[in-house]
């Protein structure tokens, strides 16, 4: 006989770990106990040493499917306790405040089973759930997970489920969600009008989205507007009442089957679709097609994730648009209330139900490359999940940017990222993001050290850094929008030391007070150097030519002396070129990509960020190898006679597929030739890519093989987004860097 000491860190709470550690024990005729720390769970165990080995070794691959084991530590000892029995230990509620805390996951298997089983007891019950699925982060309201201090105090258990809570050998033991008909929460309908409808409240919705009508249907971490896809009149209807006139929406489709009559999906893509995490997966169209719903060539879908969405499509709708419910880009709405109010006007009906949502979070969005989640939004199923690092990083608050805003914060070797906050252009929004920055540093117990913000003084986030670093008196570190980018992507990829970064999206603050965004840097976690960037161009009218794309095109052309006579108030932006007024340069890849876009005519002004560039990708043929004239001057791309070349290309009536192709190619093989120059100079080998631009999926199939090819060593994303919302996970790893050396006298840029 033996003793064995464990601590298993990780996500092993509200996931049924203990249940299947008792099944082991049993299994393996040991004795002890069992309970939990503020960093997973403790055990001391007796047995037969090869017993307590054999439990040891297959903890991590048996372990329940929500469990994630980050490191087991365990000795033995021949010092017995002599346990009778084994026994779960309950845990004191003195805070155990650093335990992780689990995703929103969708319905299990078992529960989707018993939900469509007429002889069960949770019959079409539409908040089934057990200690394999159903809400977590979403209803939490304080820490520790227990029920309650999450939404579902509200609902004492009936006898029957509280037996079931206490009962370890059944699958709802300590659900901390756990409920029935008899005890839980319930749905209501109500209509236009707000007036509760009698009946079933599925049916009735049911009814309304198959005549074509907009229902507003409460979810796990906000409240969608959901209607028919298939009907290009009622999505319209939607986009009017919306006022989204062009974006992209995204679809729920019943089942994968269901998806492939419109998408084409992969192996990898099927297994992300369908995880239980269940992000929205932009997917290529089978056909063109579906302009209604997005006007490019893929379509964001998910799949349901809660019994309720199971219940509402049920045997005969296949595909509903889904799409957060919010008013010009104010956060999803979550609040029934709220959401009475102000939807008014825009849902037909509203599906909603009384289990509160605690915090609010936005289906995740992904892309899918080299077989794993690509990032474009990473929030519900992700989030609070933390991304790991290999060192200590003590307590630090990274405050992001502004569009897709977004803060970490660390403890430990972890990296806390937010969920989907939103643009911080509006009070809601801040409001938002503020509450959401005290509610981690209560769930996660940190107390911020330093802050980390963007170099930009006018962000929202950056006010907010900037006054509480003072209120706390706690040191303040201002960094480079693209650093932060590039060391983003080192710290999602395990870096240290120096890299090349290929840092491209649409703007952020220089050190030189002009914007940046087409840039190549070289550095670290300690300085970065910026190494050579796009040739600048000038902003007609500041801000309105990111929307009015055409005056980018305007100036694109005039400089490089193409004809410009038949643009639109081609005088005035000559006059206001002439005289500087209102005319900043930026050296913005997106900005390059709007030209472009414009120049070829796909669009001369955008009703959404990043649509110039998204549409001039979708434009692109595939085959086409054709580059234009790459001129490079210093380590500067010079686009002048890249533009003349498809001005003469447009003489030519090549079309913009074609065109649209060669630019990309282009700035592709501009980037390994700027890259090649660095590494003679620095004998760097590494690349990061990062920032927005690394959401277009041509240059991200494209750049990191031919950069391969030039024998450098290729890094992506992989946990966070390679935009803005990404960026805050570089911010923190630039903080713990210049923190740690210099402490309470940290120097900025
Ligand atoms: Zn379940
Ligand atoms: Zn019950
Ligand atoms: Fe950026």
Known sequence: MEHADLKVHGIVQGVGFRPFIHKQVRFLKLT?????????????????????????????????????????????????????????????????????????ICICEDCLRELRDPFDRRYRYPFINCTNCGPRFTIIKDVPYDRAKTSMSAFPMCDACDREYHDIENRRYHAQPDCCPDCGPHVFFMDAEVREVPGDAIENARKLIKNGFIVAVKGLGGIHLACRADTPETALELRHRKQRDEKPFALMCRDTESAEKICDISDDERRILESPQRPIVLLQKKEKGLWHISENNSVGVMLPYTPLHYLLFGEDIEALIMTSANISDTPILYDNIQALEKLRGI???????????????????????????????????????????????????????????????????????????????????????????????????????????????????????????????????KIQHHHAHMTSCMADNFLS???????????????????????????????????????????????????????????????????????????????????DINCPVSTGMGRLFDGVASIIGIKSTCSYEGQGAILLEAAAAEGITDIYTVSIKDKVFDWRNMVREICSDLQHSAGKDVISAKFMNTIIHMAVLICRNIREEKGLNRVCLSGGTFQNMYILRRLPKALEESGFEVYTHRRVSCNDEGLSLGQIAILNEVYNVSGNSIKNY
Request: one cysteine or more.
């Open 32 to 104: 002890g106990f069992i309970k939990n720390t503020s960093s997973g769970v403790e055990l001391e165990l007796e047995g037969e040493k090869k017993d307590l080995q054999e439990f040891i070794n297959t903890l991590p691959e048996r372990a329940p499917k929500l469990a994630v084991i980050e490191k087991v530590e365990y000795s033995f000892s021949d010092k017995l306790k002599n346990f009778k029995g084994f026994e779960i230990k309950q845990s004191k509620t003195e805070a155990f405040r650093n335990t992780l805390i689990s995703p929103d």
């Open 347 to 477: 849902a037909d009906g509203f599906l909603l139900h009384n289990r509160d949502i605690r915090t609010r979070c936005d289906d995740s969005l992904c892309r899918v490359y080299e077989g794993r989640e690509y990032f474009i939004r990473r929030s519900r199923g992700y989030v609070p999940f933390p991304i790991k690092r290999e060192k200590n990083m003590g307590m630090l608050l990274a405050c992001g940017a502004e569009q897709k805003a977004s803060f970490s914060l660390s403890k430990d070797d972890y990296v806390f990222p937010c969920q989907h906050i939103g643009d911080l252009k509006n009070l809601e929004t801040l409001s938002l993001y503020e509450t959401q920055i005290s509610h981690f540093e209560r769930l996660f117990d940190i107390v911020p050290k330093a802050i980390a913000c963007d170099l930009h003084p006018d962000y929202m986030s950056s006010e907010y850094a900037e006054k509480r670093a003072k209120a706390e008196n706690i040191p303040l570190l």
């Open 497 to 579: 030391g120096d890299v090349i970064g290929i840092i491209w999206d649409g703007t952020g603050l220089g050190t030189d007070g002009t914007s940046w965004g087409g840039e190549f840097l070289t550095g670290g976690f300690e300085g970065f150097e910026r190494a050579g960037h796009i040739r600048p161009i000038k902003l007609i009218g500041g801000d309105k030519a990111a929307e009015e794309i055409s005056r980018t095109a305007f100036y694109m052309l005039k400089d490089s002396g193409c004809d410009t006579e038949s643009t639109e108030n081609s005088e005035l932006y000559s006059r206001m070129l002439e005289a």
